[in-house]
């Protein structure tokens, strides 16, 4: 930190929104010494000011969020502060000063190019909103979760996004569990404080029931063995299977570990209220029925953010796409000038996944690079053409033609290539220490496997290889 540069707020200005895995991977792949070069090349022409730029990133939280290990978190396995980084961590280590705002984007002006952003924490300074200029915004606000407006989702469900989400399940957890063992409680209520419910099929709602299963197996026997046995876990999925996106077998096989772990599941059941004490649901045949329960976790899916779709609707004619912003192939949004989009607030042909978004972040970084090269090239021969104009001499005339047009050729070398994805497969814990993956081979196949081994090291090995 000692050797960074200072944040020069004369420069060119890049805007990152979010904290996530996209822009962490891109902050983090994002080379700022190329930056200092282009600064000392550049005093030396007209007008030095445009030639370097600096980054602000905002968020409304300073750290990012290992989103795979949150179901750990929420059934008490991991401690919190084990799956986040500061955010300010990454940064300091940077050869130029980032600045880092803790606050929340509350709208985009892409006309004056500038972010509205507002401290929304419980504590506020005398100035809490402020608005940020920007020559390049990146979006990488991520996602919501999606409640469809369900009644009583909102009030009465735990979600499983963020960290404050996973806490409070695993306080609303024990609390089922220790008020179940509260000395004269009746049977009945026993067993509807014990039934946890989790709502949607997809990879959170089924590694979150895998890691109930297991914390059941592994903690809760011996810490509540009168209880134990009476736990249920029932995951309902509106759909006529729970995980779309794997393989069949892979499919069969969750299927048949959960009738095995005893996780009851509910497909083409769709939740229509949560209550607090219960859950409304429509089954396959359209009845209705209310199963009593403890504690229900939504994970349903996502939608975007207000402050995307606000911006999309600036962009009527190119931002169509209901799922998130609609951007090129070199990760630009349509319509607007300077702004890309990235990861599960962008709409792209890939899953929104950690996957996608941090190798969108990666690419963005190299891509700064190289558009950064550009605009030095481009300043150069603005420079050199002006220059041209005022000399008399023509042999000096002579020299400056020819360095513009070696300038031309350097620039015409500076290749900006389009965004692809490489699959690395499909990975998801489904609980008793096995997980399931949906791996690519080289002939472009896609081999399925049940993995046997410990998730962390899994997780580890796949995502800091
Ligand atoms: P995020 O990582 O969600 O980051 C968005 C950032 O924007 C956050 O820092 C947020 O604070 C910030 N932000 C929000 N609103 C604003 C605003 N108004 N202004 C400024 N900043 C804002 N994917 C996988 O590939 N593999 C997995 O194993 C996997 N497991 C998952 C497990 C769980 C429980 C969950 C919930 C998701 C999982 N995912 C997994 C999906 C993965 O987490 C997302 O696809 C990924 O987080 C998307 O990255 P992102 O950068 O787009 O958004
Ligand atoms: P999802 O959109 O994949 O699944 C949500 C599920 O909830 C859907 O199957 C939907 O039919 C169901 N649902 C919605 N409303 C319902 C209702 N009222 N009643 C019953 N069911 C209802 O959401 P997710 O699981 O949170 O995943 C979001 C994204 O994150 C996906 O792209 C996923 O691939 C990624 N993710 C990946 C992993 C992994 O790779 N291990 C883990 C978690 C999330």
Known sequence: PGSQLPFDETKKTVVILGSGWGSTSLLKALDTTEYNVVCQLFSLTCNPAKHLWTQVVVSPKNFFLFTPLLPSVAVGTLS???????????????????????????????????????????????????????????????????????????????????????????KQFMDCIETAAFPGQSEEEVQRLLHMVVVGGGPTGIELSGELHDFLEDDLKSWYPELASKIKITLVEALPSVLPMFSKQLIDYTESTFKESKIDIMTKTMVKEVKPDSVVLQMPDKSIQELPCGMVVWAGGNKGRKVTQDLMAKFPQEQTNRRGIVVDDYLRMKGADGIYAIGDCSATSYAPTAQ???????????????????????????????????????????????EIDATRAQMAKVKLRPFHYSHQGSLAYIGSEKAIADLPFMNGNVGFFVIFWTWSEMLTRCYFA
């Not at 980032?98 to 509205?116: F, L, W």
């Not at 909102?154 to 806490?167: I, T, V, W």
């Not at 558009?371 to 001499?393: C, F, G, P, S, V």
């Open 80 to 170: 919190p502060r084990s799956i986040i980084q500061s955010t300010r961590y990454i940064t300091r280590h940077k050869t130029r000063g980032v600045s880092v705002i803790e606050a929340e984007a509350q709208s985009v002006d892409p006309v004056n190019k500038t972010v509205t952003v507002t401290d929304n924490s419980p504590i506020k300074g005398a100035t809490s909103t402020k608005k940020i200029p920007y020559d390049y915004l990146v979006m990488a606000v991520g996602a919501e979760v999606q409640t469809f407006g369900i009644p009583g989702v909102q009030e009465h469900a735990c979600f499983m996004k963020e960290l404050a989400d996973a806490e409070r399940m695993q």
């Open 356 to 402: 996608v978004a941090s190798q969108e972040g990666a690419y963005l970084a190299r891509m700064l690079v190289q558009i950064a090269k550009k605009d030095q090239l481009e300043n150069k021969l603005e420079a050199l053409e002006i220059e041209q104009t005022k000399i008399e001499d023509d042999e000096a005339r002579k020299r400056i033609v020819e």
